[in-house]
Structure formats: structure tokens, C-alpha cells
């Protein structure tokens, strides 16, 4: 084996450690978490750090993965509970909007590069995707389960108690994304 192939795959394989590693963080921060109709959790800002830390297309591959091994059922997702149940759930679309989350960060990335006013202002965007795609989910699930629910009273219960919250997990993933890229070496 040459010296460049033994380095690609050392390459590699610290990227699956480091996938795996935020996957993992993201089913921890969920688990901390304040029940409510829509769980207060620390899920977006571990998202966010992902996507911060990992870069785009690592970060979403760790997603990706978090949410893939609560659709198989295990217990990752707020509650310690897992499988489709809960992502076909009210607050189904606020686990699939993640994925849009860093879907949103990396797109950014690519287009204005890493500075960290774009991952800022791409953790806010990807936050707005979040929500809509959240917000839009819960109201269809909760409208055939329920009975018809109108966008402020979603708003109310899913977005607004969580702008404050959010802004501060963001504030947070970035400083703490600032300083961890120091010292984890990703390219």
C-alpha cells in the first residue's frame, strides 16, 4: 500500500468516526429534553454543530444517519423514543427538517465558502427551513389526527417559545464550531 493511499484511507476513516461521533451527539442532545407539544431538546443545536464542525456533506451524512437510526427504531429522537411512528408523528417534520437544516448550511458553504458570517447566517436559514418544513408537517398530521388547526396556533406551539432558545443554541454551536474546527482538522 503507497504512502497517499494509506493517508486516503485514514481520511476516510476519520470522516465515519466523526459521523458517527455527531450522529451520536445528536441522539444525546435529544435525549435532553423539556416535554412539551413539540419537545424542547438540544437536537438543533447538535445539528448545527455537525454541519459547523464536520462541514456540509459530513454534517448531513451525520443527519442523515441520526435520523435513519430512529426510523429503524432506535430510541434516538426526544423521549428516548425512535421508529417511523415518530417521524410520521406531529412533530415528524421538525426531525426531517434537519436534514434540510444542513442540507441549507452545505449549499451555503459551497456557494460562499466557510467564513463564519455564512455558517452563521446559514445556521439561521437552515433554522427558517426547519421550522416551515416542521411547522407545515405538524399541521397536516395534526389536522388528520385531530381536527383542523389553524398556522397561528402552530406557530404558538411549535416555532415562537423555540426563535429564543434556537438563536441561543446557534450562538452557541458557532463559537463552540469556531473553536473545535481548530482542533479537529477536517478538509
Do not use: H
Not at 429503524?72 to 423521549?79: D, L, N, S, T
Not at 411549535?158 to 452557541?172: N, Q
Request: with cysteine; hydrophobic share 60%; glycine share 12%.
Amino acid at each position: 500500500m503507497t504512502t497517499v493511499t494509506a493517508t486516503k484511507q485514514r481520511i476516510k476513516t476519520l470522516d465515519m468516526v466523526y459521523i458517527a461521533l455527531f450522529a451520536v451527539l445528536m441522539a444525546i442532545c435529544s435525549w435532553i429534553s423539556i416535554p412539551t407539544v413539540v419537545p424542547f431538546t438540544l437536537q438543533t443545536f447538535a445539528v448545527f454543530l455537525a454541519a459547523g464542525v464536520l462541514g456540509g456533506k459530513r454534517g448531513s451524512m451525520a443527519v442523515l444517519i441520526y435520523i435513519l437510526l430512529g426510523a429503524i427504531g432506535i430510541p434516538v429522537f426526544a423521549g428516548f423514543q425512535g421508529g417511523l411512528n415518530v417521524i410520521l408523528g406531529n412533530t415528524g417534520g421538525y426531525i426531517i427538517g434537519f436534514i434540510f437544516s444542513a442540507l441549507v448550511m452545505w449549499a451555503m458553504e459551497k456557494l460562499l465558502g466557510k467564513k463564519l458570517w455564512v455558517l452563521g447566517l446559514s445556521m439561521v436559514l437552515g433554522l427558517i427551513v426547519c421550522y416551515a418544513i416542521g411547522t407545515v408537517w405538524f399541521m397536516v398530521v395534526y389536522t388528520k389526527n385531530t381536527g383542523a388547526v389553524g398556522l397561528a396556533a402552530v406557530l404558538g406551539w411549535c416555532v415562537i417559545p423555540f426563535i429564543i432558545p434556537d438563536l441561543i443554541k446557534i450562538a452557541l454551536a458557532l463559537g463552540l464550531s469556531k473553536t473545535l474546527t481548530k482542533v479537529i482538522k477536517i478538509d
